[in-house]
């Protein structure tokens, strides 16, 4: 009983913690892995990674993102706001050079699941995860159709040149931050001034949450513990930024103002673009990660800044987007 009590004492609470789930897909480099598992099968791959065990991996286009965010910790030890969490297919064996690459990178992650070729996204709601970020697009798409939270990455990773601990996430809005009611009045019309008269008539009906709002709810609630230090101590420097890029304009701008006004948020820059190509803005804002639904506006953005496809809503109905 004594060994039960201190299990119980010991319970670590992820509830009020913006909990990421990470594949190592996304935190490392596994072309070459890959290549080697796809072309020589399951023990070649196996011997190769025990083999290169010692051999860290390098990052991968999340690996920045992370970084930051745990950063973030060492301002409130005694809160420890982030927690990342590797979901892996791996068995222990194989994921054991990616728990080592974690070390050698000096990353505050501990806690991890292997798989061994399950989907580790029916794992997220065990440890509150408000976000699952992999390279595995087969994965991704059925984590959202279970409506869990989830992105795949895409491109390579990115030389970090800025010395700074500041992190900077931006976001789209219809249908990431909120659901895809307006996409799918779109696509119904195909006309973008009956769209403009809806969103205007429904500019005070704030949207219904999409796929990552809770996670923008968490990463606003860092934002307020950082305001809240920074009035009590002017020496100290915020590091989270949260911008949304809009395909949106005006008329339609203000029901995006509306329902961020109603969730309690305030975001820090909001580019309303009304048909200007993102990437352009992307390329000054440099943030460290990027979020879109439509791979339309992310095949440019990819070559500028690590990005992130949430494969939710209308645009993305049978594999399309």
Same mark, same amino acid.
């Given at each position: 009983?004594?060994?039960?009590?201190?299990?119980?004492?010991?319970? !670590?609470? &992820?509830?009020?913690?913006?909990?990421?789930?990470?594949?190592?897909?996304?935190?490392?480099?596994?072309?070459?892995?890959?290549?080697?598992?796809? @072309?020589?099968?399951?023990?070649?791959?196996?011997? !190769?990674?025990?083999?290169?065990?010692?051999?860290?991996?390098?990052?991968?286009?999340?690996?920045?993102?992370?970084?930051? /965010? /745990?950063?973030?910790?060492?301002?409130?030890?005694?809160?420890?706001?982030?927690?990342?969490?590797? &979901?892996?297919?791996?068995?222990? %064996?194989?994921? /054991?050079?990616?728990?080592?690459?974690?070390?050698?990178?000096?990353?505050?992650?501990?806690?991890?699941?292997?798989?061994?070729?399950?989907?580790?996204?029916?794992?997220?709601?065990?440890?509150?995860?408000? /976000?699952?970020?992999?390279?595995?697009? =087969?994965?991704?798409?059925?984590?959202?159709?279970?409506?869990?939270?989830?992105?795949?990455?895409?491109?390579?990773?990115? $030389?970090?040149?800025? @010395?700074?601990?500041?992190?900077?996430?931006?976001? %789209?809005?219809?249908?990431?931050?909120?659901?895809?009611?307006?996409?799918?009045?779109?696509?119904?019309?195909?006309?973008?001034?009956?769209?403009?008269?809806? $969103? =205007?008539?429904? +500019?005070? $009906?704030?949207?219904?949450?999409?796929?990552?709002?809770?996670?923008?709810?968490?990463?606003?609630?860092?934002? =307020?513990?950082? $305001?809240?230090?920074?009035?009590?101590?002017?020496?100290?420097?915020? =590091?989270?930024?949260?911008?949304?890029?809009?395909?949106?304009?005006?008329?339609?701008?203000?029901?995006?103002?509306? +329902?961020?006004?109603?969730?309690?948020?305030?975001?820090?820059?909001?580019?309303?673009?009304?048909?200007?190509?993102?990437?352009?803005?992307?390329?000054? &804002?440099?943030?460290?990660?990027?979020?879109?639904?439509?791979?339309?506006?992310?095949?440019? +953005?990819?070559?500028?800044?690590?990005?992130?496809?949430?494969?939710?809503?209308?645009?993305?109905?049978?594999?399309?987007?």
């Amino acid at each position: 009983m004594g060994d039960v009590s201190f299990l119980r004492n010991m319970a !670590y609470d &992820l509830q009020e913690k913006l909990v990421i789930g990470i594949a190592s897909s996304a935190l490392f480099d596994l072309s070459e892995s890959d290549k080697i598992f796809r @072309e020589k099968g399951t023990p070649v791959y196996r011997q !190769y990674q025990r083999d290169n065990q010692d051999r860290p991996l390098r990052p991968g286009v999340a690996f920045s993102f992370i970084r930051r /965010l /745990l950063s973030i910790n060492n301002d409130f030890t005694e809160l420890h706001p982030v927690e990342v969490i590797l &979901l892996s297919r791996n068995d222990p %064996d194989t994921g /054991l050079r990616v728990m080592k690459s974690i070390e050698h990178h000096k990353l505050d992650i501990s806690r991890a699941v292997f798989l061994r070729g399950n989907p580790p996204y029916i794992y997220m709601p065990a440890f509150n995860v408000s /976000l699952f970020l992999s390279g595995d697009e =087969k994965n991704v798409r059925e984590a959202i159709m279970n409506d869990y939270p989830a992105g795949q990455v895409l491109g390579q990773a990115f $030389e970090e040149l800025d @010395e700074t601990d500041e992190l900077r996430i931006a976001f %789209d809005f219809d249908g990431v931050l909120a659901d895809d009611e307006a996409e799918q009045v779109f696509a119904e019309t195909g006309d973008l001034k009956a769209f403009q008269t809806i $969103e =205007k008539a429904k +500019s005070a $009906e704030p949207h219904h949450p999409g796929p990552l709002k809770d996670l923008l709810d968490k990463v606003a609630k860092i934002q =307020k513990m950082e $305001e809240d230090r920074a009035a009590a101590d002017t020496s100290y420097q915020r =590091k989270v930024r949260i911008a949304i890029l809009t395909a949106r304009n005006a008329p339609s701008h203000e029901r995006v103002v509306t +329902s961020l006004r109603a969730w309690g948020i305030n975001v820090d820059e909001t580019f309303f673009l009304g048909g200007v190509e993102k990437r352009k803005v992307l390329e000054i &804002l440099k943030p460290h990660i990027f979020f879109d639904d439509q791979r339309i506006h992310l095949d440019p +953005s990819k070559g500028v800044v690590p990005s992130v496809h949430v494969p939710f809503g209308i645009r993305n109905i049978g594999g399309k987007s």
